[in-house]
C-alpha cells in the first residue's frame, strides 16, 4: 500500500492537520479517520477486480500450461498491488468525499483497460494497439492516480515529500521493465528467447513493487484505521470466494442449464462445500483475530509493519489460493454432464490437480502464516490438512474428477471442524469480543440516528 509517512498523534489518535480545518483544500482531499470504514464507492471499485479475478482464470484454463500459470501469478501479483493502492488510498483520505470520486473513476476505468489487455498482455500484436504497451500505461495510470493523492497530502512535509519521491520512483521502474517486456515481441525472433526475456522483465517488475515495499516500510504502510484496512481485505477475501462460485456455475456450457443428474448435483454440492469451508477457516474467527490486534497495535511501525506482513502479503497467496481453486473447479458441471464423460469423471490429471489440491493448500498454508504472525498461535489442524493434500494429490491426480473432489472437501471439512472444536478459550474470546464492538457500535449509531434523524 502506498502513502507517505506521516505524523498524527498515533495510529487511533488524530487523522492529521487539514482533514476538517474549513479550509477549501479539506472540500477537494479531506483525510481519513481513525473509526473510518469501508465507503460504498470503494465496494464500486472492487466490482472490477471481479472481473479481474474471472479473467485469469478463464485464459488460464483455456490454454492450461505452466509458463501460463506463471504469467497469471505476475499478473495476479500486479493487479493485487494496484489494488492495494485502493485500500491504502481509501485508509489515508475519504474515498468518497471531495476530488476523489473522480480520481476512483479515472483508476477504475483504467484497471478496466487494463484487464481487458490481459489476454494480450505477453504477447505482440500485428494489428490493432499492443497489448503489453497498454497493460504497462493502464498500470502507470493507476498507479500515478494514486500516488498523485498520497503526494498532495504529503506536499507540505518536506520529509514526507522526499519519502514519496521514492514511492513515485518504483512505480516509474516497474512500469520501464514492463515497457521494455513489450518491446521483446517484436525485437526477438526465437519464441523461446522472447518468452524467457519477457517473463524476466515482469518477474523484475514485480520484485521492484514488493522488495521497495519492504525497503521503504512504513512510507508505504501508514495504516489509520484498522478497520478498514481489515474489512477491505476481508472483502477481497469474500470477492475470490465468490469468483469460485461463479466460475463453478459458468462452468457449464452445453446449453441454458445443466441436467439435473446425479453427477451434476455431486458436483455442485461438493464445490459449493468446499468454498463454504473455506469461507469459515478464515471468517470464523482469524479475521476477527487479525483486526484485533492490528487495533491493539497502536505503535504506527508495529502497525505498518503488522498491515504489510498479515495483510498485503499474506493476503495475496490467499487470494491465489482461491483462483488455483477456481481454476481447478472449471468446466467441472460441464464435465460431469457430458453424455461422454465416465460417471465419475475423467482422472484430473497433473495439472488440474495441482491448481486444484495445491490451491486449497496454499490458502490453509497462508491462514496459518497469518494467525501464526497474527495471533501467536500455530494453527495445527490447518498445517495437518496442508500435508496430507499435498501427499495424497499424486494419487487423486488419477482418481476420477469427483472422487478427487469429494477426497478434498472432506480434507477441508475435517481441518475446519476440527480447528474449531479445539476450543482452548481464544476462540471464545475473541468472537466475544467482536459482538461487544458490534453491539457497542450498534448503540452508538442508534443513539445519533435517535438524536439527528
Known amino acids: 500500500m502506498d502513502g507517505p509517512a506521516r505524523t498524527p498523534a498515533g495510529p487511533e489518535g488524530s487523522a492529521g492537520s487539514g482533514a476538517n480545518d474549513g479550509s477549501r483544500w479539506s472540500r477537494i482531499i479531506m483525510l481519513g479517520a481513525p473509526g473510518s470504514r469501508g465507503t460504498r464507492l470503494e465496494l464500486f ?18 490454454h492450461p500450461s505452466w509458463i501460463n500459470l506463471y504469467q497469471a501469478l505476475l499478473v495476479l501479483a500486479l493487479l493485487w498491488w494496484c489494488w492495494t493502492g485502493f485500500a491504502g488510498l481509501g485508509n489515508m483520505v475519504r474515498a468518497d468525499q471531495g476530488v476523489l470520486p473522480v480520481v476512483g473513476f479515472v483508476t477504475v476505468a483504467g484497471i478496466f483497460l487494463l484487464v481487458l489487455s490481459i489476454p494480450r498482455a505477453f504477447v505482440g500484436e500485428s494489428t490493432g494497439l499492443n497489448g ?34 521514492k514511492l513515485a520512483a518504483v512505480a516509474v521502474i516497474a512500469t520501464a521493465l514492463l515497457v521494455a517486456a ?52 476481508a472483502l477481497m477475501i469474500l470477492i475470490a470466494l465468490g469468483e469460485s462460485i461463479i466460475t463453478l456455475g459458468l462452468g457449464w456450457v452445453g446449453g441454458n442449464a445443466p ?23 478464515y471468517f470464523d474467527t482469524l479475521a476477527f483475530g487479525v483486526e484485533q490486534v492490528m487495533h491493539h497495535a497502536r505503535e504506527p511501525a508495529t502497525r505498518a509493519r503488522l498491515s504489510r506482513n498479515a495483510y ?33 469423471g475423467e482422472p484430473l490429471g497433473g495439472f488440474r490437480i495441482i491448481v486444484l489440491y495445491g490451491g486449497v493448500a496454499l490458502y490453509l498454508l497462508s491462514l496459518a502464516g497469518c494467525a501464526r504472525l497474527a495471533l501467536r498461535t500455530v494453527h495445527w489442524p490447518l498445517l495437518g490438512a496442508v500435508v ?28 475446519t471442524v476440527a480447528e474449531t472444536l479445539r476450543e482452548d478459550g481464544l476462540r471464545r474470546r475473541i468472537r466475544g469480543l467482536a459482538l461487544e464492538e458490534q453491539v457497542a457500535v450498534e448503540g452508538a449509531e442508534s443513539e445519533w440516528r435517535r438524536r439527528h434523524l
Open 388 to 415: 496430507v493434500i499435498v501427499l495424497v494429490a499424486p494419487a487423486a491426480a488419477r482418481l476420477p474428477e469427483l472422487v478427487a473432489l469429494v477426497m478434498l472437501a472432506a480434507l477441508c471439512v475435517g481441518a
Open 45 to 62: 471499485y472492487d466490482l472490477v477486480f471481479v472481473l479481474a479475478f474471472l479473467n485469469v482464470t478463464h485464459l488460464t484454463a483455456s
Open 312 to 344: 498485503t502479503y499474506l493476503h495475496l497467496p490467499m487470494i491465489t489460493g482461491i483462483i488455483f481453486f477456481a481454476l481447478g473447479l472449471k468446466d467441472q458441471l460441464s464435465e460431469a454432464a457430458s453424455p461422454s464423460t465416465p460417471p465419475w
Open 182 to 233: 513489450g518491446q521483446v515481441p517484436h525485437r526477438v525472433a526465437d519464441s523461446t528467447v522472447a518468452t524467457g526475456l519477457q517473463l524476466g522483465f515482469w518477474t523484475a517488475a514485480v520484485l521492484v513493487e514488493y522488495v521497495a515495499g519492504i525497503a521503504l516500510g512504513g512510507s508505504y504502510w501508514v495504516v489509520i484505521s484498522a478497520g478498514h484496512w481489515a474489512e477491505r481485505h
Open 132 to 165: 503489453p504497451l497498454v497493460f504497462a500505461g493502464c498500470y502507470f495510470l493507476v498507479r500515478a492516480a494514486q500516488l498523485a493523492v498520497f503526494g498532495w497530502v504529503a506536499r507540505s512535509d518536506r520529509a514526507a515529500f522526499r519519502r514519496w519521491l
Open 259 to 281: 441436467p439435473l443428474t446425479v453427477p451434476v448435483m455431486t458436483a455442485a454440492v461438493l464445490g459449493i462445500a468446499t468454498a463454504a469451508v473455506l469461507w469459515w477457516a
